[in-house]
């Protein structure tokens, strides 16, 4: 079993900056990526970044120039790191991963969800 935690969400100026951190744990042999989604209410749930354990990335076009998403191997963690934030970009973000274990090839797995609200 895998767990996903996400944090570092929270209410921010339009401007601002907020960094989002997503730590996973529990029983596997490896990831194979991960990444960042959100979704605002009456939306879907839409991808905003994500990295492959060969550091290799792909950005929404709403991100790029503004987002960068990262990871800690050593702690199995991936970060947002999110710089001019606007209005628009208020909704719930949520971390996806996806891990190997000794049963499965590919096991995606989300966390809870962090809020962030960008708002004066």
């Known amino acids: 079993q895998v767990q996903v935690v996400e944090s570092g969400g929270g209410l921010v100026q339009p401007g601002g900056s907020l960094r989002l951190s997503c730590s996973a744990s529990g029983s596997f042999l490896s990831i194979n990526a991960m990444g960042w989604y959100r979704q605002a209410p009456g939306n879907q749930r839409d991808l905003v970044a994500r990295i492959t354990s060969e550091n290799r990335t792909l950005y929404a076009d709403s991100a790029k120039g503004r987002f960068t998403i990262s990871t800690d191997i050593a702690k199995n963690t991936v970060y947002l790191q999110m710089n001019s934030l606007k209005p628009e970009d208020t909704a719930a973000y949520y971390c996806?991963?996806?891990?190997?274990?000794?049963?499965?090839?590919?096991?995606?797995?989300w966390g809870q969800g962090t809020q962030v609200t960008v708002s004066s």
């Open positions: 996806n991963v996806d891990t190997t274990s000794r049963d499965t090839i590919s096991r995606l797995t």
